[in-house]
């Protein structure tokens, strides 16, 4: 079971984190600029990660990790939207 719900939560991280990896390629195409997109797709798949693990087997300290990695991802993804425009 833990071995399937870990399998799952990589997969479905690495399936957010091309998806966002896609949104950030296209701005920066757009304007040329920053590194701090690929902290937020690091940060991004780590908390997807952590939050399914949480989900599935209820341990807190992923849910503390889910939580302290998306705030990261999101702060890092506003610094890379801001020196864009």
């Keep these: 079971m833990e071995q399937l719900v870990q399998k799952t939560g990589c ?5 957010f984190g091309i998806a966002l990896c896609i949104v950030l390629t296209i701005l920066k195409l757009r304007a040329g600029v920053s590194f701090n997109d690929v ?3 690091w940060g991004s798949m780590a908390s997807i990660y952590n939050l399914y693990v949480w989900k599935e087997l209820k341990d807190k300290s992923n849910l503390f990790l889910g939580i302290v990695w998306g705030i990261g991802s ?5 610094l890379y939207i801001t020196e864009i425009f």
């Design 11 to 15: 997969k479905n991280s690495l399936t």
């Design 39 to 41: 902290y937020a797709v």
């Design 74 to 78: 999101f702060v890092c993804l506003i």
